[in-house]
């Protein structure tokens, strides 16, 4: 049996971001990312890797993503760490069996070396 996480655990500050389309005078569409909700999480790196695409560096991580529930979070969101500024994209938030008291969201962030 997992050991139950407790509020102790969460110690990361993060800023869900949802995705807001609008249109241009010319009727094209726009998107843009607005703050949402700010909570507190806790960030497990599972996996980071560099790739090599079209004479670009890109480095992507993975990441576990758990905070308190209810958080209305989707995979049409995204993440941001408060204090990386690094943003991460939700692949599955689904709900712990730690009492419906916590949600663990999968999560990736490329960032583009120069």
């Known amino acids: 049996m997992a050991k139950m ?6 110690t990361e500050f993060m800023t869900v971001l949802r995705r807001v389309e609008t249109q ?5 569409p726009v998107v843009h990312w ?8 806790e960030v497990t790196v ?3 890797a560099e790739r090599m695409r079209g004479e670009q ?4 991580k993975r990441a576990r993503i758990t905070a308190r529930y209810p ?13 990386t500024g690094e943003v991460y994209e939700v692949h599955g938030p689904v709900a712990t069996s730690y009492r419906n008291r916590m ?12």
């Open 71 to 83: 958080l209305s979070i989707s995979a049409k969101d995204r993440i941001r760490h408060e204090a």
């Open 34 to 41: 607005e703050e949402g909700d700010m909570f507190l999480a």
């Open 5 to 10: 996480k407790t509020a102790s655990h969460l």
């Open 46 to 48: 599972q996996s980071a």
């Open 103 to 114: 949600i663990e969201m999968v999560c990736t962030s490329a960032e583009v070396m120069p």
């Open 24 to 28: 241009t005078e010319y009727h094209e």
């Open 57 to 60: 560096v890109t480095a992507e």
